[in-house]
């Protein structure tokens, strides 16, 4: 008995010897990691200092939220702005008795103790509490090799007593909202409110934030857009939680769980109204920042500290011009593309597609067949395809860019940079073709400049250029003879005059306003520029144009009004514009506008009144380059300008007639589209709808005169024995004899 006794008593001491190692051990490991072993822990006043890298974001004039700059995509919201039963659902879902403990529930730990380890039960949970889960998202876990999970559970138990004696319950549960990732690069409430329902967190409904909290045990096996069933399963678990806790009522949860699952999904980098316009805000931020950082001790970062750029773009005008785009490039596309499949013109497509694979070096390969996604009017579409009819589906694109801004400051209203910014991301808006007729202003102001005016005359007959290739412009229509007012020709568009036009002006005078208005091109002393020949962009055009609009002064173009900090204080505010250089004289402008106002009413641009019905002010051209190969117009009045043009990228792929590819009929019908919306809204209608300035009485009567003047009998007579041929330096010396004269000269600003 006695030996029964000792042996008894041995056990007991070493059992009680073994339990009192193991609580000095853990007491030793947990003091080891208190002091700084396994590295620092967080002080109280880091733990307070922390804060979110948080995405800039960038609103329109009219505060709609069009994109984001992020290392992390982070939108952080207030505790008022989280609806309660979101609370009620993070709560009964992950942390049920948060409110009662002080960031370590003791109570969970034991029982994860019991049942994962002595029991073996894998379902018994991790035991953190919401406090615990925030540290993870704060600041990550480190590795520690085999006692990893040991080391970052202390250094957690440790920092979550620290950080509930610093913030308060709603504090903590703000921070562990705008933490948590969602997956997809998206991190906090905000931002996956916005991704996944469209909306911003306070206006989730119980059900969507149900779905939301779902997520967060895990972000892709529940994402509703990926795995819609696995998130539905997950949001009726949560709702269960909220009514097991007293959330909910039963009858509520019965509700809720029968409702489906619907998703405003929505990717601003990729799905974006203004990603073309984004890739300029986001260079012109940066430059602004630079300038503030050199500046001030106080430095800023785009991609983390949650800034608010203001744009200047306008939001509905912007989402017009894309709804014009679809509406009226959709239906041009599928002319161009039934053009080619007819039998007249496929085989020039063949042709022209197997030289685009000569040149690349896969002309062998024009036969092997690939799945690809390919751009369509409707969306993707997944095809099976030879090489060789990828290269016609691209080379037969219909690509497209189109700005608007304001004339008076510059400031862009409008950017499409193309058809669709995930495929086709080369911004149109910047792209260099040849301008066509939308050129001709430019020819016609620098006359007036010159001294000539509106009512001056001048010959429609026929010339021929000795000294290049005998080459004789023609009309649109083929007619010739008579003479037009310079008025009628530029508002008529009509070749042979603006020929003329350019050698009675002489080639120094169009390159000087040319260089004036802002091209970048060099401009080639030839008599085809006339008739539109030089490169330029359709920014370059819009911004040159409005030169006429604000009464002859150049403009600097900018995208950014304001960026604010996350605590609200303006940092940066775009200055009162400064007075602009003056490029054009006042009554070359006035006449430049009364002319181009004729040309919408009576001439080329007559479409965008009779057939779609704009009636606000409005002046403008069209512009067809040689072959169709590209068509352009611009419209504006003192308060907006829009310009735009359509082309395939290849010059060789393009209508073959005007009823399609002219730039009344490929061009116009996208800004006639975007305003005959924008005159409808009331919203808008005040921002477009300047009128032109009168004109002054010393110059109405430079306006008040016939079109055209028919030849007289003596005239055609005459005529006869008149050589219509002449060359470049003949014309150029005439032209030059007359400034001697001084008919030409001039006038200083």
């Not at 601003?268 to 940066?286: C, F, Q």
């Not at 011009?321 to 009226?328: N, V």
């Not at 080379?395 to 193309?418: E, N, Y």
């Amino acid at each position: 008995m006695l030996k029964r006794n000792n042996w008894l008593r041995k056990v007991i001491i070493f059992t009680l010897g073994g339990f009192a190692l193991i609580v000095l051990s853990v007491f030793l490991f947990y003091y080891s990691v208190s002091l700084g072993f396994f590295g620092p822990l967080y002080s109280k006043q880091e733990l307070k200092a922390f804060e979110n890298e948080m995405a800039s974001q960038v609103f329109t004039s009219d505060g709609q939220l069009i994109g984001k700059f992020f290392d992390k995509n982070r939108t952080n919201v207030k505790y008022k702005d989280i609806p309660p039963f979101m609370i009620n659902a993070l709560v009964a879902t992950e942390d049920a008795r948060y409110f009662e403990h002080e960031g370590i529930d003791f109570r969970s730990l034991l029982r994860v103790l019991v049942k994962s380890i002595l029991l073996g039960d894998k379902s018994a949970g991790g035991g953190s509490t919401i406090t615990q889960q925030l540290l993870k998202n704060m600041y990550g876990r480190k590795n520690f090799g085999p006692i990893t999970m040991l080391v970052n559970k202390n250094k957690e138990i440790i920092l979550a007593q620290r950080l509930e004696s610093v913030y308060n319950k709603e504090d903590i549960l703000t921070l562990y909202l705008n933490t948590v990732p969602f997956g997809e690069n998206i991190y906090g409430i905000g931002s996956a409110s916005q991704r996944f329902f469209g909306v911003p967190t306070s206006e989730l409904s119980i059900e969507q934030a149900a779905v939301l909290i779902g997520m967060l045990r895990a972000n892709t096996f529940y994402n509703p857009r990926l795995h819609p069933d696995n998130a539905i399963d997950r949001r009726n678990v949560v709702l269960q939680q909220m009514q097991k806790y007293n959330y909910l009522s039963q009858d509520s949860v019965n509700k809720l769980v029968a409702l489906p699952l619907i998703l405003d999904y929505g990717d601003l980098n990729k799905d974006g109204i203004a990603n073309y316009y984004l890739v300029h805000i986001r260079s012109e931020a940066h430059e602004i920042i630079k300038k503030i950082n050199e500046n001030s001790t106080e430095q800023w970062n785009i991609e983390k500290d949650g800034l608010i750029i203001n744009t200047t773009l306008d939001y509905k005008l912007q989402s017009y011009a894309l709804e014009s785009f679809q509406e009226h490039l959709s239906i041009m596309q599928a002319r161009l593309v039934q053009q080619y499949q007819s039998e007249k013109y496929k085989n020039k497509l063949q042709t022209i597609a197997e030289k685009e694979l000569k040149r690349i070096g896969q002309i062998e390969r024009k036969d092997e067949v690939r799945k690809q996604f390919l751009f369509d009017w409707d969306g993707y579409y997944s095809d099976s395809i030879s090489v060789i009819d990828s290269v016609k589906h691209a080379m037969t694109l219909l690509h497209s860019g189109l700005i608007a801004l304001d004339p008076q400051t510059g400031g862009i209203k409008v950017w499409v940079g193309g058809i669709d910014f995930n495929s086709q991301n080369y911004d149109q808006v910047l792209a260099k073709r040849q301008l066509a007729s939308t050129f001709k202003p430019i020819l016609y102001a620098a006359a007036m400049e010159t001294g000539k005016r509106p009512c001056d005359y001048i010959s429609n007959s026929t010339i021929t250029l000795t000294d290049f290739n005998n080459w004789s412009p023609e009309n649109y229509d083929h007619s010739s003879g008579g003479e037009y007012s310079l008025a009628a020709a530029l508002a008529y568009s009509k070749n042979i005059p603006s020929v003329r036009l350019f050698f009675d002006v002489g080639f120094d005078e169009v390159n000087y306003l040319w260089k004036k208005m802002g091209f970048e091109s060099v401009l080639e002393n030839k008599p085809s520029i006339a008739l539109g020949t030089a490169d330029a962009s359709v920014y370059e055009l819009a911004k040159a144009y409005s030169s006429f609009a604000n009464g002859g002064h150049s403009i600097a173009t900018y995208t950014i009004q304001s960026i604010v900090s996350p605590k609200g204080d303006t940092i940066y505010s775009r200055a009162k514009r400064e007075e602009y250089e003056e490029i054009l004289l006042p009554r070359t402008a006035l006449y430049m506008n009364q002319i181009l106002q004729k040309a919408i009413n009576n001439g080329t641009g007559k479409s965008l009144r009779n057939n779609y019905n704009v009636n606000l002010p409005l002046a403008g051209k069209t512009g067809t380059s040689q072959g169709f190969s590209d068509a352009w117009f611009v419209g504006y009045n003192p308060s907006i300008i829009i310009a735009t043009r359509v082309g395939a990228n290849s010059p060789y792929i393009h209508f073959y007639s005007g009823a399609n590819g002219s730039g009344g009929r490929l061009a116009l019908p996208l800004v006639a589209n975007l305003l005959a919306k924008a005159q409808n809204d009331s919203t808008i209608i005040t921002n477009i709808n300047a009128s032109f300035p009168d004109i002054p009485a010393k110059y109405s009567s430079a306006l008040k005169c016939d079109d055209y003047i028919e030849e007289t009998a003596m005239d055609k007579v005459l005529s006869v024995f008149k050589s219509k041929n002449t060359t470049l330096e003949k014309e150029n010396k005439k032209a030059k004899r007359k400034k001697k004269k001084g008919l030409f000269k001039r006038k200083k600003k």
